[in-house]
């Protein structure tokens, strides 16, 4: 099954969603299903996901797996595939780099993550179902339940699911819709009011106080850690945004630019650090220029090799932040856009078998329920 006949398959079956990403619901349980890999007529590979109250224990997934053997693993839970934009439209076209898709929740031990195989699209439907089923069956003799809980406000009586959080689950309608309008109302202030110049220079300083701990270690230990030069982008990145610098595509390009900048003025505080706790003199920037100008005229190479390590380190800094770094107004929009877009009353969102109370906490007395009639099928 490719990604086609996938899109088609969880379509038919009501799930909201785009080509490699839906949401649904199976007997009130609301799940997420996407697209890993998989060919036409060949294996087909998806990662399924249900958000819980509390940690999913080792011995429930033992449990699962058990039941399929071969066919369901549990799934390394990430950045890159937690989260993506599971919607159409514009909200679909702004799908952007694995980075900048990083889940709210990543590595959440709530958030069951399932890997489930099978070697056609009939199979794969059963393999979903028969999963889903047991996951009902199951989770609630392991203390787990779908939390009731809104994530916007934190208060029960939800009434709709939506993705949110980085997965899909109840919420109220009208926080979900109030956030997304809150957001955009926040971004087009931003664009009207914020400053590039006032930004610039929030970055700069931003930049210079996430450089200090590079500056200390080399100075102290003569010793350079490429995790530290992470510190320097999102510094600026955090800076220019403080100083209400305007959030626009424009960016990303002066944060890497400052960073870049920040090289020389990093080996400056490295050579006054030394001065100063050395030999108790201040090394101006004037005789640091100096002796660059010098080193560069008589031993190029020993400036280059100098700087193009410190470059490096700082790419590799610039690469592990690169998802936060590279964020605008507009990209926060469009993940609010995206939740709202998701809504789905909880009831509209039921499986056309016999009525069920959401799974939330188990209330002191339940009145009985119906037995189901018929096989169940994911759904929204």
């Known amino acids: 099954m490719d990604v086609r006949e996938f899109s088609m398959l969880m379509a038919q079956r009501g799930c909201v969603g785009n080509e490699k990403n839906y949401c649904g619901s199976f007997n009130n349980y609301p799940f997420t299903a996407r697209f890993l890999n998989g060919k036409t007529g060949g294996k087909t590979t998806a990662l399924l996901q249900v958000q819980f109250n509390k940690k999913v224990p080792s011995k429930m997934t033992k449990e ?12 390394k839970v990430n950045r890159s595939t937690t989260t993506g934009y599971l919607v159409g439209g514009v909200v679909g076209a702004a799908i952007a780099s694995a980075n900048s898709n990083a889940g709210e929740n990543a590595g959440d031990t709530a958030l069951l993550s399932l890997s489930i195989t099978a070697r056609s699209t009939e199979e794969f439907a059963n393999l979903l179902d028969s999963v889903l089923n047991q996951i009902v069956q199951i989770a609630p003799g392991y203390g787990l339940f779908i939390p009731d809980a809104c994530p916007v406000c934190a208060q029960p009586g939800c009434d709709s699911y939506a993705y949110t959080k980085g997965s899909y689950r109840a919420v109220h309608a009208h926080c979900v819709q109030a956030n997304a309008q809150a957001k955009q109302a926040k971004v087009d ?9 006032l930004g610039i220079v929030g970055a700069i300083l ?3 106080v996430g450089a200090l701990p590079s500056i200390v270690l080399a100075a102290m230990a003569n010793y350079i850690l490429a995790v530290l030069f992470a510190l320097v982008p999102l510094g600026a990145y955090y800076g220019y945004k403080w100083f209400k610098g305007k959030m626009s595509k424009g960016v990303l390009g002066i944060i890497i630019l400052i960073s870049i900048l920040m090289v020389p003025v990093m080996q400056y505080g490295e050579f006054l650090m030394d001065e100063i706790v050395n030999y108790g003199a201040f090394y101006s920037p004037l005789s640091y220029f100096y002796d660059i100008s010098f080193a560069l005229s008589h031993n190029a190479s020993l400036v280059v090799v100098s700087w193009g390590q410190m ?3 700082m790419a590799i800094g610039l690469l592990i932040v690169g ?14 856009s995206f939740s709202a877009a998701t809504l789905r ?4 969102a039921a499986q056309p078998t016999a009525p069920q109370a959401m799974p ?21």
Request: hydrophobic letters at 40%; proline letters at 9%; a positive charge.
């Open 189 to 197: 202030k931003n664009l009207r009011e914020g400053s590039y110049a």
């Open 360 to 380: 939330t906490a188990p209330p002191v007395a339940q009145a009985p329920v119906a037995e189901q009639t018929a096989p169940p099928q994911a759904n929204i």
């Open 323 to 336: 998802g936060i770094i590279s964020r605008t107004g507009q990209k926060d929009v469009l993940d609010t």
């Open 64 to 75: 699962i797996r058990k039941e399929h053997r071969g066919q369901v693993s549990v799934y």
């Open 311 to 313: 470059l490096f380190f």
């Open 206 to 208: 931003g930049a210079i």
């Open 345 to 348: 009353p909880i009831n509209a």
